[in-house]
């Protein structure tokens, strides 16, 4: 990356991934927006030399008022857990995004997606991603490339509660099944990569995962080792039990039916990585290298 005049702006720029966008631009000199829901959050990034511009993802106004004048913008619809409609607030935002990108005349844009978003069904929350890479591609002027990333290997941290409760890890996926995971932080890097050259030209997916599959067997092994507990195993839970469990936890029903939906997808090899995974497809952090942040999280996190 080489420092330029380009300004650019970064929704969710608090996020795991957002925040490694918005470092890695303004470390090589750009100007950077930086947009999230709490202004106070977006300090630290305004230290660093960024612009605040916080608000609501689902406002027209504040998105157009960031997106306007800029080069390229990071785009993405933050997940909302609480909500009890989830893929109506997922349309909500996006319907807001792209409202935002006509009206400014915005050129470019990367577009936070996921593997599986081709899909239009059995793909659990994904589903809201295929329609939001839809409603950009509909902008025909509009240059954007909708980065699919795989699985979020900080997605195994929700597995603390269960290994420190239970002695094992578990989820509804297979435990032998290959899973293309990835970390957030090399997500953050590839885009902030492509924002950065800005080569892409009209409409493109572009799939994203870490250097090889993973199984949650395997991940389980590595994680286990690296919280001295060498002998952790893996349990594959009957949908139906994980679903009662995450209700039991406290998350809405609307959420967890996404879930499981997105679970039985990947399990049933819907969800899957389909394009060449050349070099420039794999990020760089290994399951090993992700285990000493988990390990450090797993420490950290206080037994229930």
Same mark, same amino acid.
């Given at each position: 990356?080489?420092?330029?005049?380009? +300004?650019?702006?970064?929704?969710?720029?608090?996020?795991?991934?957002?925040?490694?966008?918005?470092?890695?631009?303004?470390?090589?000199?750009?100007?950077?927006?930086?947009?999230?829901?709490?202004?106070?959050?977006?300090?630290?990034? @305004?230290?660093?030399? *960024?612009?605040?511009?916080?608000?609501?993802?689902?406002?027209?106004?504040?998105?157009?008022?960031?997106?306007?004048?800029?080069?390229?913008?990071?785009?993405?619809?933050?997940?909302?857990?609480? +909500?009890?409609?989830?893929?109506? =607030?997922?349309?909500?935002?996006?319907?807001?995004?792209?409202? #935002?990108?006509?009206?400014? &005349?915005?050129? %470019?844009?990367?577009? $936070?997606?996921?593997?599986?978003?081709?899909?239009?069904?059995?793909?659990?929350?994904?589903?809201?991603?295929?329609?939001?890479?839809?409603?950009?591609?509909?902008?025909?002027?509009?240059?954007?490339?909708?980065?699919?990333?795989? =699985?979020?290997?900080?997605?195994?941290?929700?597995?603390?509660?269960?290994?420190?409760?239970?002695?094992?890890?578990? %989820?509804?996926?297979?435990?032998? $099944?290959?899973?293309?995971?990835?970390?957030?932080?090399?997500?953050?890097?590839? *885009?902030?990569?492509?924002? #950065?050259?800005?080569?892409?030209?009209?409409?493109?997916?572009?799939?994203?995962? &870490?250097?090889?599959?993973?199984? @949650?067997?395997? *991940?389980?092994?590595?994680?286990?080792?690296?919280?001295?507990?060498?002998?952790?195993? =893996?349990?594959?839970?009957? =949908?139906?039990?994980?679903?009662? #469990?995450?209700?039991?936890?406290?998350?809405?029903?609307?959420?967890?039916? $996404?879930?499981?939906?997105?679970?039985?997808?990947?399990?049933?090899?819907?969800?899957?990585?389909?394009?060449?995974?050349?070099?420039?497809?794999? &990020? %760089?952090?290994?399951?090993?290298?992700?285990?000493?942040?988990?390990?450090?999280?797993?420490? #950290? +996190?206080?037994?229930?």
């Amino acid at each position: 990356m080489t420092s330029g005049s380009r +300004t650019y702006a970064v929704m969710g720029a608090t996020g795991h991934i957002g925040k490694v966008v918005t470092e890695r631009l303004l470390r090589a000199g750009y100007q950077v927006r930086v947009m999230g829901r709490s202004a106070d959050r977006l300090k630290g990034l @305004m230290g660093q030399g *960024a612009i605040s511009h916080p608000g609501a993802f689902d406002d027209t106004d504040v998105l157009a008022g960031a997106f306007r004048g800029v080069d390229a913008v990071f785009a993405m619809i933050p997940p909302d857990y609480t +909500t009890g409609n989830f893929l109506a =607030y997922q349309d909500r935002v996006g319907s807001a995004i792209a409202r #935002a990108v006509q009206t400014t &005349g915005l050129p %470019s844009v990367v577009n $936070l997606s996921s593997i599986g978003a081709q899909l239009s069904e059995k793909n659990g929350p994904i589903r809201g991603l295929h329609k939001q890479e839809i409603r950009l591609n509909d902008i025909k002027e509009l240059r954007v490339v909708h980065l699919r990333p795989g =699985y979020f290997m900080e997605n195994l941290l929700w597995s603390i509660p269960t290994i420190q409760s239970l002695g094992i890890n578990g %989820s509804p996926l297979k435990g032998d $099944l290959p899973v293309p995971m990835v970390a957030t932080r090399d997500i953050g890097a590839k *885009a902030a990569e492509f924002l #950065a050259d800005l080569q892409f030209r009209g409409h493109a997916a572009f799939e994203f995962v &870490g250097p090889k599959p993973v199984t @949650m067997q395997e *991940a389980t092994s590595v994680l286990g080792k690296a919280i001295g507990k060498p002998d952790s195993k =893996y349990v594959q839970f009957p =949908y139906e039990e994980a679903e009662q #469990a995450m209700l039991a936890a406290g998350m809405k029903p609307d959420v967890v039916g $996404l879930f499981i939906e997105m679970d039985r997808g990947l399990n049933d090899g819907l969800i899957r990585a389909t394009q060449p995974m050349t070099r420039d497809h794999l &990020g %760089s952090t290994s399951i090993e290298h992700f285990a000493e942040e988990f390990a450090a999280a797993f420490r #950290a +996190t206080p037994r229930k």
